[in-house]
């Protein structure tokens, strides 16, 4: 089980601001993904500052949202967060495998960019299973760290290769494969996989490859003193990495694209 400890971005405001920018970039896929009717009763699981929970409940207000995070710090976070853009929704500190509810208490149980962050998803997608009811959903979405770029570049392929090693003993950042055979052994029915990918090029409307590309260095460079120490790798090299992903839409003909994992399943 991943501690909080280990949680690759921390548990800081800027991680925080971060987590609600990047669900609003997302928003049109959670919401037109996930959708819920009046009254069901949806669970977040790894809810971090609410910034989902709050999509999910400007887009469906008669859901009953209730959230979950390992750290106190992101439900001190979701509070505020939910209570200023006046979202109702239950959120408690408490670990994804030991969830605080009885058998069967939901239609829907949600990860966004979670299960990444774990060493061990079976017994977390066990514990998802007990608590739907029977027949209810479970919806995951995440990310494939091999993002693909034009044109390609050894420094960028560099930092991208070790941020998918500054995962291990944190999590899995090739996760986004596995997740259809996690899911049926964890005991789920009528699983689906399907992708949401994204490719961004230059001179496409609203500087969306700067936004894209920007998005990406933003939760890399924080980390690059840690894995340099880590993995006792030149420092310089990874910082390389991070300026040439700000400056590639900078570039003639650039884009970058890469793939997002939706799993869809019945408990
Ligand atoms: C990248 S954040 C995603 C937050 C939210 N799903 C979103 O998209 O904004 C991952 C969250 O999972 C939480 N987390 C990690 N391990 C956990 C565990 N074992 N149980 C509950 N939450 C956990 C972290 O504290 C963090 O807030």
Same mark, same amino acid.
Request: aromatic share 8%; net charge negative.
């Given at each position: ?27 049109? !896929? ?26 999910? $409940?400007?887009?469906?207000?008669? /859901? ?25 929704? *239950? ?8 969830? %605080? ?7 829907? #149980?949600?990860? !966004? ?17 007990? #608590?739907?009811? %029977? ?24 930092? !991208? ?9 944190? =999590? ?8 259809? %055979? ?8 009528? #699983?689906?996989?399907?992708?949401? $990918?994204?490719?961004?090029?230059? =001179? *496409? ?17 924080? *980390? ?22 700000? /400056?590639?839409?900078?570039? %003639? ?15």
């Amino acid at each position: 089980m991943t501690q909080r400890n280990q949680y690759v971005h921390g548990y800081d405001q800027r991680e925080q601001d971060r987590l609600i920018s990047q669900a609003d970039h997302w928003r049109a !896929m959670i919401v037109q993904h996930t959708p819920l009717h009046a009254g069901e009763r949806l669970l977040e699981v790894g809810c971090g500052a609410g910034a989902v929970l709050g999509v999910l $409940g400007k887009a469906y207000p008669e /859901a009953a949202l209730h959230g979950i995070d390992i750290e106190p710090a992101q439900i001190a976070a979701a509070e505020a967060h939910l209570a200023a853009i006046g979202v109702k929704a *239950e959120v408690k500190v408490a670990a994804a495998g030991q969830l %605080p509810w009885a058998d069967g208490s939901f239609d829907h #149980v949600f990860f !966004m960019w979670m299960l990444e962050h774990l060493t061990e998803h079976d017994s977390v997608l066990r514990e998802a299973r007990r #608590v739907l009811k %029977p027949g209810g959903t479970v919806h995951i979405t995440e990310t494939d760290y091999n993002f693909v770029t034009h044109p390609p570049s050894a420094d960028f392929a560099f930092l !991208m290769e070790a941020w998918r090693k500054h995962f291990t003993g944190r =999590g899995d950042a090739l996760l986004a494969r596995k997740l259809g %055979p996690l899911l049926l052994r964890a005991g789920f029915a009528n #699983v689906k996989i399907g992708f949401s $990918g994204f490719h961004n090029y230059a =001179g *496409e409307a609203n500087e969306a490859l700067f936004g894209m590309a920007n998005y990406h260095a933003d939760y890399v460079e924080p *980390e690059i003193e840690a894995i340099a120490a880590e993995q006792l790798v030149n420092v310089q090299k990874l910082r390389r990495g991070v300026e040439w992903l700000r /400056a590639l839409a900078d570039q %003639p003909d650039a884009s970058i694209s890469g793939t997002v994992y939706r799993a869809t399943a019945t408990a």
